[in-house]
């Protein structure tokens, strides 16, 4: 599975961490509910994640 690395400033992370925590969700699931919630979207974040959606695609497809 290819591997994604973000950059984040430090407070920024601790935001993220804390609200995972208190939703009761994985990092990377607050992360994505994020993305696909349509919070303060920027281009750059609704380009990648279209990215991200056909990279997944195309996956599902080269398995079947």
């Known amino acids: ?17 804390q609200a995972s925590r208190t939703a009761g969700l994985s990092l990377e699931d607050e992360c994505r509910r994020r993305l696909e919630g349509g919070v303060r979207r920027s281009r750059y974040m609704e380009a990648l994640l279209a990215e991200l959606r056909a990279d997944d695609e195309q996956r599902r497809a080269e398995g079947s």
């Open 1 to 17: 599975m290819p591997k994604l690395t973000l950059e984040l400033d430090l407070e920024l992370y601790r935001l993220l961490v």
